[in-house]
């Protein structure tokens, strides 16, 4: 039961069900990020529905593999991905950020069940997944620990000063995740701060590198499977993304980073993805215990 | 001062020091020694370091426990989220490196992934303060309380010798929220013993005394011993009250205090601002406003130096806190 393994159709479908979370959830707060959650949308539907073993109905499973958001501004995406998979109701999403909810801006361990470690202050979140990886493997558990960062956020110099540790220690229990959609809030990463050849780069600090197409599941599968299988160093899937990915207005324009679609834009975001702001909404407020959500296609 | 003896911190008289040539002991030592007595009771613990086994003496614990051992390299940042991840899946990890890359360093790192999450991840400072010495001021931490005090969920201990240092670090495993201890480099004065009472938040009087009282902690300890027995001499009671830990503080003494000597000095090796001295003064004010005198160091960056040639350049010896007894009970008689 924890590892769900969908199929392509099925996780094509959770993810565009994703994409209209992020979007009406965003139109209600008024307040977040939409161009990373977007691009983060399809690996990590693959993550949460067809790789990771997790039990949202048994949080401190010690079997639980364990998933860590580098990129803690990527609430969005991180908290459809929980309520879609079951670990809250979707009905919660309609209080991000808000006060009276439990889910933060930045994921917050204490508030919100689920998240292993709170986040938010970037190039902290590898360095939490090594010594994850570490201690799970001192204890003999077999589970594997998966890390999503970003790719401005390679920037920080503590991303490396983990990726060395990583390697030197030899964790292939280890996944990182880059979202390299090569936008960062102040433009394109390449001109803010350039972090090519980015590849070259995981490869020299001794990771089995996987670059992906991060909006094809198919290859994203199969990427996770190729980490699965690299014993003796740590791996890292290169995901190629777009920022704002499925929202024609929003992708690959970085001034969608750090802003929510207002209602009217969010709207016609909507009528892109193929509902309506009004029915969305009437989903997610329907939906009040916690459970993996429903789908069209039975796959829930 | 005279080869006075005065009766060890430790409620229970078992043992005397001589004030005038005390057993010197390196607090570095109670950490090392702290550690290998957890290595046997709990598995939980493993410890961490950034390229100072040697001298944050964890290589007691990387001897004897190798499998429990994880060599970072010189990344401190790294190093505390590390420690965060491997609390996150049971661990209880213990960190070591110099207090101003523990605490200064990786500020945010304590800040957001540890604090917040409230990982019960136990950071050893070593070489706090100014009596680290020759190394100067890049290496001598004397900001850690300000900053580690206004973190939620932290825990922040000042030990003020060897066995404080040990016993600290034996009794930060067991509380479930971070935890740092710090402690300094050069052989301090030891004013407890084995058998002295350490209870996580609970101040000790190591000395009685009504006129005023001297709220002390770390190495500071021992100087205000040695000032309550000159004040003595001169007829004046100071109580002496070692304060290892700054938080949570222990209220009720500091109250307590206030209220029965009616004038406070406070002695620490640490920059006046945000250290204990606005500890005590935050009580102080609250509950019981009276006169309090700062024995600190003055808003300054340390030097190379020896460490007596330092605390007395840096007036936080002694005679500056009987200097400070002299201001505070003139205050205290002006009403």
């Keep these: 039961m924890p590892r769900l393994k969908h199929d392509v159709e099925q996780l094509k479908e959770r993810a565009l069900f994703v994409r209209r979370d992020i979007v009406a959830l965003l139109a209600r707060s008024q307040t977040g990020h939409s161009g990373g959650p977007l691009s983060c949308a399809d690996f990590g539907t693959v993550l949460f529905f067809h790789e990771m073993d997790v039990d949202p109905a048994r949080l401190d499973d010690p079997a639980r593999d364990l ?36 889910l933060q801006g930045h994921p917050s361990k204490h508030d919100t069940p689920g998240i292993e470690v709170s986040s938010g202050s970037l190039g902290q979140g590898l360095s939490v997944s090594c010594g994850m990886a570490l201690g799970s493997r001192m204890d003999g558990n077999p589970r594997r620990v998966y890390c999503v960062m970003g790719d401005g956020e390679q920037q920080e110099g503590q991303i490396w000063e983990a990726a060395m540790f990583a390697a030197h220690y030899k964790l292939d229990n280890l996944c990182g995740i880059i979202d390299y959609n090569r936008k960062q809030i102040d433009g394109d990463v390449e001109d803010v701060m350039g972090i090519a050849p980015l590849a070259d780069k995981w490869r020299a600090f001794n990771w089995n590198v996987i670059e992906v197409d991060g909006h094809d599941v198919a290859a994203v599968i199969a990427g996770f499977e190729a980490a699965r299988r690299t014993k003796g160093k740590p791996s890292v899937l290169l995901a190629h993304t777009v920022m704002g990915k499925g929202v024609s207005f929003m992708e690959d324009d970085y001034r969608w980073h750090g802003n929510p679609p207002s209602v009217e834009q969010a709207e016609t975001a909507l009528a892109e993805l193929g509902t309506s702001l009004s029915d969305w909404t009437q989903r997610l407020q329907g939906h009040a215990a916690p459970g993996v959500a429903p789908s069209a296609n039975g796959a829930g | 001062m005279s080869a006075a003896t005065t009766p060890a911190a430790t409620g229970a008289v078992t043992a005397r020091i001589d004030l005038a040539k005390p057993e010197l002991k390196r607090t570095r030592e109670g950490f090392g020694h702290g550690l290998l007595d957890l290595g046997e009771k709990n598995a939980k613990v493993v410890v961490l370091v950034g390229d100072l086994s040697g001298s944050t003496n964890v290589s007691f ?45 990786s500020a945010d790192q304590i800040r957001v992934t540890v604090a917040y999450s409230d990982l019960p991840v136990k950071i050893g400072g070593a070489h706090g303060g100014i009596s680290v010495g020759p190394d100067g001021a890049t290496h001598q931490a004397m900001e850690e309380i300000a900053i580690i005090r206004s973190i939620p969920n932290m825990r922040m201990i000042v030990p003020c010798d060897y066995w404080e240092t040990r016993k ?95 004038a406070i000095v406070t002695a620490e090796e640490h920059q006046i601002h945000g250290g204990l001295g606005g500890a005590v003064a935050e009580v102080v004010v609250r509950s019981h406003p009276v006169p309090v005198e700062f024995v600190a160091v003055h808003d300054r960056f340390g030097r190379s130096g020896k460490q007596e040639e330092l605390m007395t350049a840096f007036g936080i010896k002694s005679p500056d806190i009987l200097r400070a007894a002299e201001r505070v009970l003139s205050k205290k008689r002006a009403g």
């Design chain 1, 67 to 102: 998933w860590h958001f580098s990129i803690g501004h990527v609430t969005p995406v991180i908290y459809s991905l929980m309520a879609e998979r079951g670990y809250f109701p979707l009905r919660d999403l309609l209080q991000f950020r808000s006060f009276e909810g439990h």
């Design chain 2, 61 to 105: 614990f990387a001897q004897k426990y190798p499998d429990r051992f994880i060599q970072v390299g010189i990344a401190e940042q790294n190093m505390m989220c590390v420690a965060a991840g491997l609390a996150a899946v049971g661990k209880i990890p213990y960190l070591a490196t110099y207090g101003a890359f523990a605490a200064c360093r």
């Design chain 2, 168 to 262: 600290a670090t034996v009794a930060a495993a067991d509380d479930p929220h971070p935890v740092y201890i710090r402690f300094g480099r050069e052989p301090v004065p030891v004013v407890t013993n084995a058998e002295s009472p350490f209870v996580l938040g609970k101040a000790n009087v190591v000395r009685p005394g009504g006129d005023l009282a001297i709220i002390a902690c770390g190495v500071m300890v021992f100087e205000a011993m040695v000032a309550a027995e000159a004040l003595a001499a001169r007829g004046i009671d100071a109580r002496v009250v070692n304060i290892h830990t700054l938080k949570p503080l222990d209220v009720a003494e500091i109250e307590r205090a206030a209220r029965e000597c009616g």
